[in-house]
Every structure is written in C-alpha cells, then in structure tokens.
C-alpha cells in the first residue's frame, strides 16, 4: 500500500507540475479541474472564518484522487447493470431503439445535445438505477447533533446508513411488481434522481449528495445511446435472456458478479 502511495504520488505531482508550467502561450486556454483547485490553493475557503478551510498541495491531490476513483467504476457498473437488463427485455430495446431512431435518425451517430430529448431512454437509466443502486449503502453520514425523527431517538455522532437498494425495492412504494424491470414506470412521474424524491435516491440526497450526479448521467445515457444506436445486440451461444446470471457482487459498489459478454451488429446506414 505504501509503495502505491508513493507511485500514486508521483503520477498526481506530475499532473500538478504540469498545471503550473503551462507555456505562455497556452495561458489563455480554457481552465480544467486541475487549474481551478490551483488558483484557489492557499486561499482561505470562507475568509470570515478563523478556522477557515485551506486548500493545499496535499489536499489538491486527495480531491483529485476521490474524482477518479469515484468517476470510472461507478459509471461503467451503471452502464453495464442497465445493458444487462435490456438484453434481458428485449421489448425495452426495440423501443429505445425506436426512440433513437425518430430523435437522431440512422445516418448520423448520437450527440450529446440529443440526450435532453430522449425521454424513453431517461426512464430506462432510472429503472436501472432503481433496481441496481451502484453505491447500496450510500456513504456513510454522521447525526451533528440529538434529535428525534418519528418517534425514534438518534444520539449526537450516530453513524446514518442509508439503504437505497432496499428502498428501491420496497413493494409499499412501488406497487407489485417491483421486482420487474419497467422503465414505463415512470411515465407521467416527476420522480427524478436528483435526491428532491427519497423512494429513489441513488446519488445521495443535500449537501453530502454525489457532486457528480450531472457528469455521471450523461456519461451513461451517452454511452447507451450510441452502443443502442450503432448496434444490435445478442447473447452469445444461442443463450436466452431470461438465462442471464444476474447475481450482485456487494462492495462499497455493486459491481455484477460475473462478466456480461453480448455479440453486436453493425445497424447505422451509413
């Protein structure tokens, strides 16, 4: 562990050195992430605080380290819980497909701008991340202070955890068949994911919410769109959706148990 550290070190110092060595002419590019944990570094966070939060080398790398770790594994899981419940369903597939096809048409790949219109595809991920919440458990909270919530006493520094799997599956919110894959669901719903709806609340909720939620959702419905849009999809060996091993592996993400191998085919006209 330590000797990753070090290498893990080294690899964020460079990134940071290569920020501040930045060629004169190439000082007006656009700032990424990088540049603007720079320019606030040693600067107080709220100067009207003594003691105030400073942002330092150190602190800059962390941050830096919980944006990767958090970004890659969370969003492919996602991506392939949601493919693997559309090889599963393939009526979903055809409508998404038919959605994709009215939207962006079959002689051009799926931008980013089409994904605002591409509703079906919206409560497709949704179900998706209903049924398979890649953080189960949420990250852990802390009560600030005593309080009572309906009855039952919560002592000041309680450790809070927030079962989104089990509310995602609980029959009194969401009717019988809660256990089915129906994106249609949530037609006519105002449910969205953005932690206002408690029955479904993948990302967190206020201020300790995923601060990812935005770059994480188009990430999936992008990548979804063009692997539907481009592709038809198979199971491979003649093996029928309803054969699909969808056992979770539990960790501090719900990854699949096994791989999802699938067998694709070309579909664009051009």
Not at 18 to 33: K, L, Y
Request: overall charge negative; aromatic content about 8%.
């Amino acid at each position: 562990m330590k000797k990753v550290s070090r290498a893990l070190d080294i690899v964020l110092e460079n990134i940071i050195k290569e920020h501040e060595n930045i060629p004169s002419g190439q000082q007006d590019r656009q700032m990424d992430f990088i540049d603007m944990l720079l320019s606030l570094m040693n600067q107080p966070m709220n100067p009207h605080d003594e003691h105030a939060y400073i942002l330092d080398r150190t602190k800059i790398k962390a941050i830096t380290v919980d944006m990767i770790s958090g970004a890659y594994d969370t969003s492919a899981a996602t991506i392939e819980w949601t493919f693997s419940e559309l090889l599963r369903h393939p009526r979903v597939v055809k409508q998404v497909q038919a959605e994709l096809e009215h939207v962006v048409g079959m002689n051009k790949m799926v931008e980013e701008t089409d994904l605002e219109n591409l509703t079906y595809l919206d409560m497709v991920v949704k179900e998706s991340l209903r049924l398979h919440p890649i953080g189960p458990l949420l990250v852990p909270h802390e009560s600030m202070e005593d309080i009572e919530l309906n009855g039952y006493y919560v002592p000041k520094k309680s450790r809070i955890i927030i079962n989104v799997w089990a509310i995602g599956r609980d029959p009194y919110v969401w009717s019988n068949n809660v256990e089915e894959f129906y994106p249609e669901r949530f037609i006519n719903s105002n449910i969205d994911l953005k932690g206002r709806d408690f029955q479904l609340i993948p990302f967190g909720s206020g201020r300790r919410g995923c601060p990812g939620i935005h770059l994480g959702l188009t990430t999936v419905k992008y990548v979804l769109a063009q692997l539907l849009h481009c592709f038809h999809w198979d199971l491979p060996s003649g093996m029928l959706p309803n054969d699909l091993d969808m056992t979770e592996k539990f960790g501090l993400s719900m990854r699949r148990a096994e791989h999802l191998y699938a067998v694709p085919t070309y579909r664009l006209l051009n």
